[in-house]
Nanobody
Framework: QVQLVESGGGLVQAGGSLRLSCAAS?????MGWFRQAPGNERETVAT????????YYAGSVRGRFTISRHNANNTVYLQMNSLKPEDTAVYYC???????????????????WGQGTQVTVSS
């Protein structure tokens, strides 16, 4: 029953900011943001536990991006500051199959994915 809808992508100059939103349905579970640029593998950007008390960030975004969630409306956010051209990618929201969370993101079973939202950062 889980459905995910991402929004907030767009075109921004280097150094600018964007906030992505992921509106979810269903029970509260671990969530994550991922991105994929043309020619690259999909990579994990950030994850957050079901109650928001644990978070993971990729080294390339740590200190610049913040993942958070508002459980009253089951929405997950990715605040992106100090954007760089290398942040350009399609960003996907994903939902785990349960409440389990791990500091190793590959051990989280993400099984539902949104359609993606394009983020383009110009020089």
């Amino acid at each position: 029953q889980v459905q995910l809808v991402e929004s907030g992508g767009g075109l921004v100059q280097a150094g600018g900011s964007l906030r992505l939103s992921c509106a979810a349905s269903g029970v509260l579970v671990s969530m994550g943001w991922f991105r994929q640029a043309p020619g690259n593998e999909r990579e994990t950007v950030a994850t957050i536990s079901w109650n928001g008390d644990r978070r993971y960030y990729a080294g390339s975004v740590r200190g610049r991006f913040t993942i958070s969630r508002h459980n009253a409306n089951n929405t997950v956010y990715l605040q992106m500051n100090s954007l760089k051209p290398e942040d350009t990618a399609v960003y996907y929201c994903a939902s785990a199959r349960d409440t389990n969370w791990s500091p190793e993101p590959s051990r989280i079973s993400f099984n539902t994915w949104g359609q993606g939202t394009q983020v383009t950062v110009s020089s």
